[in-house]
């Protein structure tokens, strides 16, 4: 049995004088237990809102989610909000995007941390702040004992990530989603707490949804990948068959954005044409047809069905041939 | 800290200064003066001369100024020549002072006991119909003169229903031992329940209107500060840590929200303490307030000078006390 399984889930936000508006659309997938898992997509694809539904973290007023999201067999979308409650920070734990904003400016991280353990394992006080220390030791932040009575504005950007990394791992939940939990941070900081992640889920077991804009991202850590655009899913392979052929030209598209290093001085990178905001409603057509190179006329007359193509699911009526991207299978052969 | 508080302390000393130069040439502009309110419209030309030369109106302004302030220093304020003709001007003040201080501390408890909880309240049912009615509840508590509600609170709780007493600090014909001044406290401390509980009930009516106002500001601000705080990231780690409810809103939301809130408490209760000329009037609560009201219509140059000075310096240092009770609540301040 998958450890987590989202089916169907679609999420909309009715508020007062506007038009309803749907973030997530009939969204499935599945993660192992163990299993790392990329949620991608530009901003506006309703991956973050993907996220916060799963925990339950939506505003109660406003928001609709509907579906069913399964976690070890529990029906997560019908649990009370108190069980809900036990739950998050327990069996399942977040990561955020911006960690200054993300940690409480006026208490010491010490209390951060700890509020974790004596709400969830029931520690004393003096307990938890044995145990907190060794947390922060295990994401590697220097001088725990210190660090503990300090506050957020006196950590460093890669610090604070690492200190909610440990608040969200220090109950061991059997899930950890991170919300692009390296855009806020400098690169040189990204690479170290991708390589933290990545440490922490080989040695825990914990499965891991990572969700991000970030291709670069994915193929350091990613076991499967579900690439997102206007709220569904329109592409999912292993990570590799997806570098090697990406077939949905969307995903096409955002692999051959991204600056190469290796790439023949003066070639021009391919953006891709438009934004999020060119998107048609789903009903009777694929939403990324405006943006798209390969659009057919059907692609505007007609909705795109999820189908499996050889291990992958794929939702277009034109997908990018494999020989396309023959070079590029070459190159990550080397 | 300590530099910053020993540097404002000095700024008060300018303050104090600059300001008392002013009040002194604002004062003697005023149109009429000691001289005429103490003997009236028909007193002769010589008793007006006599009385001047007496009070040392006679001198020019800048030898006043500097007599006056030379005699300050060594705490002689000069004598009162309206409020209380034959006391001190330190001793008016010094009599009505735990009066005002007495008031205000129970109006500010009142304002802090019903604002805070209610703004957050409302912030957290925004746009329910608890909210609504709050905001405009708060808006009338604004917008309704104080002197109007106090005439209102006396009419109705005194007058018509005789339930609270509707003037004065005591009932005539108590016989309350004094120790401190503050006469609540006076009783308990002596255990003269009685004593204590008639000057609670002579509180009640001023404290309620002298109230409103500081209620609504808090109030307001406490929804403001709440509604912002809810938005914050930091509330949604919170909740994403499965903490209580309880938890949540007591160490993460209050607890950010209540930075702006001590600002407004703190300058609320400094412009109380400068005295509620209104209300302590309209309920001839023996005040400080009440003294100012009689001080400028019989133009007592003395006590107006030194109860204004005494004003500036208590709302400086509230202001002082907010700053440093800031950095307890926040450490990005404290380590700064």
Not at chain 2, 15 to 31: D, E, G, N
Not at chain 2, 41 to 50: D, V
Not at chain 2, 59 to 80: E, H, K, M, T
């Amino acid at each position: 049995m998958a450890l987590l399984e989202v089916r169907d889930l679609t999420v909309s936000f009715h508020r007062r004088g506007e038009p309803v508006f749907t973030a997530v659309d009939g969204v499935s997938f599945e993660v192992e237990p163990g299993q790392t898992v990329g949620l991608v997509g530009e901003s506006g694809c309703g991956k973050s809102v993907t996220s916060l539904a799963i925990m339950g973290l939506l505003p109660k007023r406003g928001a609709k989610v509907s579906g069913s999201v399964t976690f070890e067999g529990t029906e997560l979308l019908r649990l009370s909000d108190r069980d809900m409650r036990d739950r998050r920070g327990r069996d399942l734990g977040m990561v955020f995007q911006d960690p200054l904003s993300s940690l409480n400016p006026v208490i010491s991280i010490g209390l951060q941390v700890t509020e974790v353990l004596e709400r969830h394992r029931g520690m004393p006080r003096k307990q938890a702040m044995a145990e907190a220390t060794d947390l922060l030791n295990k994401v590697g932040i220097p001088d725990p004992t210190r660090r503990l009575s300090e506050y957020p504005h006196q950590l460093s950007g890669g610090m604070r990530q690492r200190a909610l990394i440990a608040m969200a791992l220090a109950c061991r939940p059997r899930l950890l989603i991170a919300d692009e939990p390296t855009t806020a941070l400098d690169v040189t900081i990204q690479a170290q707490i991708l390589a933290l992640l990545k440490e922490l889920v080989r040695d825990t077991g914990t499965a891991l949804i990572m969700i991000t804009h970030d291709l670069g991202v994915v193929a350091g850590l990613c076991d499967q990948v579900n690439v997102l655009y206007g709220g569904r899913i329109v592409e999912r392979a292993q990570r590799h068959e997806l570098f090697v052929e990406p077939r949905h030209p969307y995903t096409h598209g955002l692999l051959a954005s991204i600056p190469r290093l290796d790439a023949a001085r003066g070639q021009k990178l391919v953006p891709i044409p438009g934004s999020v905001a060119d998107n048609i409603p789903w009903d009777h057509a694929c939403a990324f047809a405006p943006r798209c190179a390969n659009a057919l006329d059907v692609c505007r007359g007609q909705t795109p069905a999820e189908e499996w193509h050889e291990g992958r699911l794929l939702r277009c009526h034109n997908p990018v041939e494999p020989a396309a991207d023959a070079a590029a299978k070459e190159d990550l052969r080397v | 800290m300590l530099r910053y508080v020993v540097r404002r302390l000095l700024q008060l000393v300018v303050v104090i200064l600059v300001l008392s130069l002013l009040l002194f040439a604002w004062l003697r502009s005023l149109p009429g003066g000691p001289v005429s309110a103490l003997l009236g419209e028909r007193a002769t030309e010589e008793s007006r001369r006599a009385l001047t030369a007496q009070l040392g109106l006679d001198q020019p302004i800048f030898v006043q100024y500097f007599r006056f302030l030379g005699r300050a220093l060594s705490g002689d304020f000069g004598n009162s020549t309206g409020v209380a003709p034959g006391s001190t001007a330190m001793e008016v003040f010094s009599q009505r002072f735990p009066a005002t201080i007495e008031l205000s501390v129970l109006a500010i408890i009142i304002a802090v006991l019903l604002g805070i909880p209610l703004g957050y309240l409302a912030a957290r049912r925004r746009g329910g119909w608890f909210d609504n009615l709050s905001v405009i509840g708060s808006l009338i508590g604004v917008a309704v003169p104080v002197f109007f509600l106090a005439f209102l609170l006396k009419y109705l709780f005194a007058v018509q229903l005789g339930w609270l007493p509707s003037a004065g600090r005591q009932t005539s014909g108590i016989d309350a031992t004094r120790v401190t001044g503050f006469f609540v406290l006076d009783g308990i401390m002596t255990q003269e329940w009685d004593a204590a509980l008639d000057a609670l009930l002579h509180l009640i009516l001023p404290a309620m209107a002298l109230a409103t106002i500081p209620f609504a500001v808090i109030f307001r601000i406490t929804r403001a500060a709440v509604l912002d705080v809810l938005d914050e990231d930091y509330v949604r780690t919170a909740e994403s840590k499965g903490l209580t409810t309880p938890v949540v809103r007591r160490r993460h939301v209050l607890r950010n929200a209540m930075l702006p809130v001590v600002t407004t408490i703190g300058l609320q209760t400094g412009a109380l303490l400068a005295g509620a000329v209104l209300t302590e009037r309209v309920f001839g609560y023996p005040g400080v307030g009440e003294a100012l009201a009689i001080g400028f219509e019989r133009r007592d140059y003395p006590v107006l000078q030194l109860l204004i000075i005494i004003a500036a310096m208590v709302y400086v240092l509230v202001n002082l006390l907010v700053d440093v009770s800031y950095a307890l609540i926040d450490p990005r301040i404290r380590t700064r």
